[in-house]
């Protein structure tokens, strides 16, 4: 069983602040929290991790519960080249286990 | 920089076949990791190299499935004989520390049909 779970689909217009949210109620205190984005025909691609914390980066921010049990990705301003799949993500033990996804699109 | 590189893209086997995927990790890189994604599951872990030692190949489904990693440079995935099952999407990744403190690179997948 997956140990995330995210919204198959989302839809944003161009240029609007997106917020893509994950559950992982069942995380240890030891999993980090990644994002990575696929877009077609490529493998995954990193966006985002963090611990505890919120994170920022020049692709995106990452909210994280204080409880940690779930987590959202932020994109301040969605373009056409932002439509991906979008997978939250959980690494230990140097293993990622990937939820199923889910899938962006970003209208003009 | 050349980014992780896997070959074929695509390969159609029959069942009973063998078939050898490769990735060429980045340069440098220390860690390489194989997942696969089959028909309708989430990608999932298979194995984990440091340099040429297996670290971690709890993930590999049965031992049909043989992987190297010659030098601690490419890596090869070997199935044989392939079974119907063994179709989907077949990804590798490297990176230079561990995923804890630094992010993976993963190459655009080989897709294995076996019919």
């Known amino acids: 069983d997956a140990k995330t779970t995210q919204p198959n689909s989302m839809e944003s217009n161009e240029e609007e602040p997106v917020h893509l949210p994950c559950n992982h109620s069942?995380?240890?205190?030891?999993?980090?929290i990644h994002w990575y984005r696929q877009l077609p025909s490529q493998g995954p691609e990193y966006v985002i991790h963090g611990l505890t914390s919120n994170v920022n980066n020049r692709m995106a921010s990452l909210a994280i519960a204080e409880d940690r049990k779930s987590s959202t990705l932020i994109l301040h301003r969605a373009t056409l080249r932002d439509a991906a799949v979008y997978y939250c993500i959980l690494f230990n033990f140097n293993k990622f286990y990937f939820g199923s996804g889910t899938k962006l699109n970003v209208k003009p | 920089e050349a980014g992780v590189t896997q070959f074929p893209s695509h390969s159609v086997i029959e069942k009973g076949q063998t078939v050898t995927l490769r990735c060429d990790p980045i340069?440098?890189?220390?860690?390489l990791y194989w997942y696969r994604r089959v028909m309708g599951k989430e990608i999932k872990f298979l194995l984990h190299f440091v340099k040429e030692s297996k670290q971690d190949e709890s993930g590999m489904p049965n031992n049909r499935f043989l992987a190297e990693r010659t030098g601690g440079t490419y890596s090869t995935l070997k199935v044989q004989p392939a079974e119907l099952e063994d179709s989907g999407v077949y990804f590798c990744?490297?990176?230079?520390?561990?995923?804890?403190?630094?992010?993976?690179?993963f190459g655009q997948g080989t897709r294995l049909t076996v019919v």
């Open positions: 069942t995380i240890s205190g030891t999993d980090y």
């Open positions: 340069s440098g890189h220390d860690n």
């Open positions: 990744a490297s990176s230079q520390g561990s995923p804890m403190n630094t992010e993976a690179f």
